[in-house]
């Protein structure tokens, strides 16, 4: 019985810290661009793409502008492919990075909120 | 608002509250009270059934006096598609939910189960809550202006190209009967509870356990191979919260399935049992809340609209959580179960430690799916977690996962094999997984896995040849579907790579080891990309769908998949570049200004002329200042709108020249133009481009294989008693 629950506690134990040691790497809070900008850190940032600036596409990068909540505004650049039905995007949320030498947002990820699957905005 | 359907809906619901009334007079053993209650529910569910049908024949007939017809359907779409339309939206899925509960609880009936009671009233309740969504938001709805002035839109807007694929007409409806049938065990565990029966009950719940084991499976696998070939879902597995909420419940009852093993053979785990039967389905309607509800729509790659249903749902999975715990708690001292064995090692212990090792792994993907609701109650900036994360946690987790798959064969078996014959299974594994990685990846745990994966693969094989009959046969088709799965994964990541590549229009280029042309966009109104493909002795003409989705108004792309036996080449058109186009078409917004070529345009502000409004013409001009060789000049393109007639552009000519410059869209809420401007004489053109993607994905098979192994495993499962 002994040998049974100082397993059981060594599994709990060796799980919770697996748990929490790859939840500490990949939290990832939602802010603004000048959060992002003073942090440094890994963040997501909420907004929408700025029409009146060009999409740019070279190898192995895509660019674009987006604004945030607060109406800030910043390029990012995204390491991928630009993800479908982008262009008709209502909002985007890119995660990654300030990057303070070429002074854009570099998102590793980018999700697009559109008009879903399962509901489209009927106005 | 009402109609024929919706009041099919109202009747359905009124019947089934006639029902539940009949099902409780029959509790008592009434036997009036039984039959009645089984005709009425045979009834509602004649009523669902001509509610999918007149649904059906809405979209066959292109009814676009409903809304969601309207919403999900188009004169052009394919039949077959018009027929997966019906569950395109939330409408339609909740109506299939609902009507695939009718047919369970039908067969429930036929079966004359001992608990058929408190199953059909579990169905009928869960029924009647989908119905009460269906209520607040109706499929049969009509569109704005269809009962006051018989307005029915000429066409419909459209089914999201993203959804016309052929796995659109299964996947859908596959995962739907697993979310059915996942109400069976449940109610076979309130149904155990209320009657003091905690061992009896899992005979019968064993075979709807399986089933459920086997749709929600197979519709999950589905969703993988979809999302293969779909680009942006981020490959086959994205830990995207919406996958992973069907997921969750799929573990847990996987969980269920090993726990009712050990109940069966030593009466163990009486209560684990109840508590895992109750937990799969409030997580089934959890997962329903997280998808349904919106809550999770910033987070997911599957975006879905808050339609207002969250309450409801809450209320709803509160309600069936407040009666289980209730249930559970008054009976907790009475379902006492045996003990299991205090040898730490043995078949069932170990068995226990893989179903503790797969809950902490579920429960973590509850924890990281649920985070951005959880984090938010807390906190002011709620936050998600990443892929990375469930990948960083898999590692230990399925380490000890097939680690104890490895070591639960060995004590079950080992004593029949010889120490030579282990060890020589043994080094051929380790040698193996050497082979298998050394080439690809210097990662430490890609040969863990890959070695253990491939001794138990071997261990299966070797049970299945001598025909032991210890081991059940479900057991190790799945768990070699398991192993196989882990080397898919590892090959498919670790040993896979991508490149983007920009092609110049027919410049051959070389990406490892294939040869790629483009050859240029084809001239269809849903166009392609096309390209010249060389690969070993091959040459293949092929081409990838680009083009912009009208009714969506959206860029529409595929991949072209070579599916090959070593690796697969995923070839993705990003973006297209006409060379055209990058010399003479420029977006400004206001006050900005720009040069192409020999000429510097500035955008000044829109000119709206209304004078024609009356006739149903707009006319829109774009003020632009535009400087060439000193000289200035005010020029004022535009475009005109006419009622029924579509736009038409208003040039103008760039004085001195013939080139004409021309507005070729505009926002007038961002104040934004896209100007076109001919090229300049004996410009040379440059050649159009196309970005690509390239991917070579290693032995991807593997994962197919590998779900329709554990496929085939839960199934034999069903069809053992």
């Not at chain 2, 001919?678 to 970005?691: C, Y």
Request: hydrophobic share 45%; charged share 15%.
């Amino acid at each position: 019985m002994k040998a049974k629950h100082i397993l059981l506690t060594i599994l709990i134990l060796f799980f919770g810290g697996v748990a929490f040691y790859s939840m500490s790497d990949m939290m990832t809070p939602y802010v603004s661009f000048d959060q992002a900008r003073n942090s440094g850190q890994y963040v997501q940032v909420i907004g929408t793409l700025v029409k009146s600036k060009p999409v740019q596409h070279n190898e192995g990068t895509f660019s674009f502008f987006m604004e945030d909540e607060q109406g800030s505004r910043l390029k990012v650049v995204h390491t991928g492919t630009k993800p479908l039905n982008f262009d008709h995007a209502t909002q985007v949320v890119a995660l990654g990075n300030y990057n303070s030498s070429t002074q854009t947002f570099d998102a590793d990820r980018l999700l697009v909120k559109c008009p879903s699957k399962y509901t489209k905005e009927n106005k | 608002m009402m109609n024929t359907g919706t009041l099919l809906i109202l009747l359905s619901l009124g019947i089934s509250v006639l029902t539940l009334i009949f099902l409780a007079r029959s509790a008592g053993g009434n036997r009036m009270a039984m039959v009645t209650s089984h005709r009425l529910f045979y009834l509602s569910g004649s009523f669902l059934s001509f509610a999918a049908i007149m649904l059906f024949a809405a979209f066959l007939t292109n009814s676009f006096q409903y809304q969601y017809v309207f919403n999900y359907s188009s004169k052009d779409l394919h039949i077959l598609y018009k027929i997966a339309a019906f569950w395109g939206g939330q409408e339609g899925s909740f109506l299939l939910w609902a009507w695939l509960l009718s047919i369970i609880g039908v067969i429930i009936i036929r079966m004359r189960d001992r608990y058929e009671n408190i199953l059909l009233f579990v169905i009928t309740i869960t029924q009647m809550f989908i119905l009460i969504l269906m209520v607040m938001k109706s499929p049969f709805a009509y569109i704005a202006g269809f009962q006051s002035e018989g307005f029915i839109p000429a066409d419909g807007s459209g089914l999201n190209p993203l959804l016309q694929d052929p796995w659109m007409i299964l996947h859908p409806p596959v995962l739907f009967l697993g979310y059915a049938a996942a109400t069976v065990p449940f109610g076979y565990a309130l149904a155990g509870i209320m009657h003091s029966d905690f061992t009896n009950w899992l005979r019968s719940a064993h075979r709807w356990v399986a089933f459920t084991v086997l749709t929600l499976g197979i519709g999950i696998f589905m969703g993988g191979y979809w999302a293969y070939k779909v680009l942006g879902w981020g490959g086959y597995w994205g830990w995207d919260p919406v996958e992973n909420s069907s997921l969750i419940p799929w573990l847990v009852l996987v969980v269920l399935l090993h726990g009712l093993i050990i109940q069966r053979r030593k009466g163990a785990l009486v209560r684990t049992n109840l508590l895992l039967a109750i937990s799969s389905f409030i997580l089934v309607l959890l997962s329903t809340f997280l998808t349904r509800s919106g809550v999770l729509s910033n987070f997911s790659v599957h975006s879905f609209g808050d339609v207002g249903y969250s309450m409801h749902i809450i209320f709803f999975i509160l309600f069936y959580m407040i009666i289980s715990i209730f249930l559970f708690i008054s009976r907790w001292s009475a379902m006492k179960g045996n003990p299991l064995s205090e040898s730490l090692l043995s078949y069932d212990n170990l068995i226990v430690y893989g179903m503790l090792t797969m809950l902490f792994y579920t429960l973590f993907i509850l924890i990281g799916t649920t985070m951005p609701v959880l984090s938010g109650i807390f906190s002011e900036q709620p936050f998600s977690v990443q892929p990375g994360y469930y990948n960083t946690l898999s590692i230990p987790m399925g380490i000890l996962i097939l680690g104890l798959l490895v070591t639960v064969t060995l004590v079950l078996t080992g004593k029949l094999k010889s120490k030579i014959y282990l060890g020589t299974v043994g080094l051929a594994a380790i040698l193996m997984g050497i082979l298998f990685n050394i080439q690809h990846t210097g990662k430490v745990v890609a040969y863990i896995f890959t070695i253990l994966a491939i001794f138990h693969i071997v261990q299966n094989i070797s049970n299945l040849v001598t025909g032991n009959t210890q081991v059940i046969t479900a057991s190790r088709v799945a768990h070699m579907g398991v192993a196989l799965l882990v080397i898919g994964i590892i090959a498919s990541n670790l040993h896979s790579h991508s490149v983007q590549k920009e092609l110049v229009q027919n410049r051959e280029a070389e990406i490892d080891s294939i040869l790629l042309t483009f050859k240029g966009i084809t001239n269809e109104k849903k166009s392609s990309l096309r390209f010249t493909y060389k690969h070993g002795r091959n040459v293949d003409e092929i081409t990838t769908p680009y083009y912009i989705d009208e009714k969506m108004n959206s860029l529409y792309r595929e991949p072209y998949i070579d599916y090959g036996f070593f690796k697969d080449v995923y070839i993705a058109p990003v973006q297209y570049v006409p060379g055209r186009e990058k010399l003479t078409t420029v977006v400004l917004s206001q006050a900005e200004s720009a040069r192409i070529q020999d000429v510097e345009i500035q955008f000044l502000g829109f000119d709206v002329d209304r004078m024609e409004m009356m006739k149903g013409q707009v006319k829109v001009f774009a003020k632009l200042k535009v400087t060439r060789d000193d000289n200035t000049y005010m020029l004022s393109p535009g475009i005109s709108f006419l009622k029924d007639h579509g736009r038409h552009k208003i040039n103008t000519t760039l004085p001195g020249t013939k080139r004409t410059l021309s507005l070729e869209d505009f926002n007038v809420s961002d104040r934004v133009v896209q100007l076109y401007l001919d090229p300049a004489k004996d410009t040379l053109i440059p050649p159009d481009s196309a970005l690509v993607e390239i991917s070579f994905k290693r032995l991807i098979w593997f994962v197919w294989l590998s779900t329709i192994l554990i496929a085939a495993g839960s199934y034999i499962a069903m069809r053992r008693d």
